[in-house]
C-alpha cells in the first residue's frame, strides 16, 4: 500500500506541474522550455523556509509568490521576442537557474539540500493533501479556460497581431499567464521537495523541462484532462518499468515527434476525432434507416 | 473627428507615405482610393499604430494617438477590418466576434478572469452576423469558409467593437458582385444610422456611389480629395489609374 501512496504521491505532483505549464503554453500559447527551473524556484525556496523554522503550509505561498516574481520578469522576455526565440530564451533560463544555484553554498552548491522537514501529515495524509491541490488546480484550470480571460488567452495563443487590433492589452495577459503559470509551478517544487526529502540542481535540469513540456504537448495543449492523463501516465511509466527510466529522454522525445507528426494536438486531438467519427457514423446510421 | 497631419513613412529608403494630410468629420463615409501600392494600408496602419510614421500626427478626437500601442487606439474608438482576413481559426464565427463584442469585459485583464457569462455577447454577434449576411456559418470554422464570408465577418468583428471610426480595408475584395453591391448597401446604411467610416476599396464603381468623398493617394502623396465625381474627372487621378 505505501508503494501505491508513493506512486499517487508522485503522479499529482507531476499533474500539477504539468497543469501549471499548460497556462503558459497550452492557454496562451507561450512556449517554454525552461518550466522546471520555476519548479526548482518553489523547491528551493519551501526547503530553505521550513529549514529555518517557517510551518510547512506556509512556505507553499512563498514557494509560489517567489516562482511567480522570477516568472513574470522571464514573461518580460515573452514581451520582446515570440515562438522559437521564446523557447530559446527560457531554455537559456533552465541552464541559468542549475548554473546559479550549483554555486550558491545557501542552497546547498551541487550537493543540493537533504533532510527537508517532513509536514508531519504520514505519506497518506500528504498523499491526500496533494491529491487535493490536484483537485482544486484541475478546477481552477477548467474554469479558467472558461473565463473571458481564458478567451483572451485563445485569441493571444493564436495570434497576438490580431489579438491586438481587436483590442487586446497582449503584454498584460501574456504576463499574467507566466504569472499563474509559475506560481503553480513553484507549488508542484514545494510539494515535490517535501515529498523526496532531498534536492539537487540537477532536479530541475532541461531534461526534466523537457519531461513537463512532453506531458503538456502528449496530452493536447490547452487540455486540461488531455495533461493530467499524459502527465499521470507518464510519470508513472519510468517508476513500473525502470527500462525506460534510463531511456527517459528517449522514450519521451520519441512519443513527442509522433505526436507532432500523426496527432498535433495530442491525446485530446485523438479523443476529439474519435468521438467526432462516433458522431457523423451514428448520423450515417439515422440517415440510412 | 480624425486628423492626419503630414504623415510621412520610411520603409529603410523606400517613402511609402509622403506628407499626406486629410480631415475626417463626425459622420462622414470617405473613399481613401488610389492604384495598388500607393500607400492606403500603410496610411491605415499608421492610424491603428502598427505602422510608426518618421513624421506627422494622427489624431482622434482631442487625442494625439502617436505614441500609444493599437490595442489602446482600439479601445478609443476605432474598429478596424483588415485586407488580409485573420480570423481566430480555433474559434467559430460566433464566437470571433462574441470574443471582441466583449471587449469590455477583457478591459481589465484581471477582472477577466471573474467574468464568465458569454450570453449577451453571443446575442450581440448574432445580431451582427445576420446583418452582414452570413448568420448561417455562426457555428461554423472561418477554416472552411471562401473569402467573401470572411471579410464580412471582419466587418462584423469590427462593428462588435462599437468604434466611433470604423476602418476597412477593401471589405468588398474577393466578393461577387450581388455581394458586393449588398455589402455597400450595408455600409451606407451604418453610415445612414451616423458611423464614421473610411473606407479602402478598388472596386470604384461602388466607391463613387456610396462615399461622400475621396481622397486619392498614388505613390505615396495625396493627389486629390473631393467630391467623389469631381475628384475622378481629375486628370492626375486618371492618370495615376490609366498611366
Known sequence: MEYEISLLTIVGISIIG????????????????GHAAFIGVGAYTSSILTKSGVPFLLSLPGAMALSCLIGIIVGFSSLRVRHDFLAITTMGVSFLFTGVVRKQEVLGGEMGIAMIPDPGWGKLGYMVFVILLVVILAIFSLYLKRSWMGYTFDAVAEDEDTASIVGVNVASFKLIAFALGTAFAGLAGALYAHNVKFIDPESFGFIESITVLSMVVIGGTGSVWGVITAAAVLSVFPLWFQFIDDYKLLVYGTLLC???????????????????????????????? | MLQINDITVDFGGVRAVDQVSFVLKKGELLGLIGPNGAGK?????????????????????????????????????????????????SM?????????????????PIASLFKVNRSPENEEA?????????????????????????????????????????????PLAGLNQVEAVQLSDTLWELNRKGQTIILIEHNLSEVIRICHRLVVIDNGRKIGEGEPHMVMNDADVQSAYLG
Do not use: W
Open chain 1, 18 to 33: 504539468a497543469l501549471s505549464l499548460n497556462m503558459i503554453l497550452g492557454f496562451c500559447g507561450q512556449i517554454s522550455l
Open chain 1, 258 to 289: 509522433i505526436v507532432m507528426l500523426f496527432s498535433p494536438q495530442g491525446l485530446s486531438g485523438i479523443v476529439a476525432d474519435l468521438k467526432g467519427r462516433l458522431v457523423n457514423s451514428k448520423e450515417g446510421l439515422h440517415a440510412a434507416d
Open chain 2, 41 to 89: 494600408t500603410t496610411l491605415m496602419r499608421v492610424i491603428t499604430g502598427s505602422v510608426t510614421p518618421s513624421l506627422g500626427t494622427v489624431r482622434l478626437e482631442d487625442r494625439i494617438l502617436n505614441k500609444l500601442p493599437s490595442y489602446q487606439r482600439i479601445r478609443l474608438g476605432i474598429g478596424l477590418s483588415q485586407q488580409i482576413v485573420s480570423p481566430f481559426r
Open chain 2, 92 to 108: 467559430t464565427v460566433l464566437e470571433n466576434v462574441a470574443f471582441v463584442a466583449g471587449y469590455h469585459k477583457t478591459k481589465n
Open chain 2, 126 to 170: 448574432k445580431r451582427l452576423l445576420n446583418m452582414v449576411g452570413i448568420e448561417e456559418v455562426a457555428s461554423s470554422s472561418p477554416s472552411n469558409l471562401p473569402l467573401g464570408y470572411l471579410k464580412r465577418l471582419e466587418l462584423a468583428r469590427a462593428l462588435a467593437l462599437k468604434p466611433k471610426l470604423l476602418l476597412l480595408d477593401e
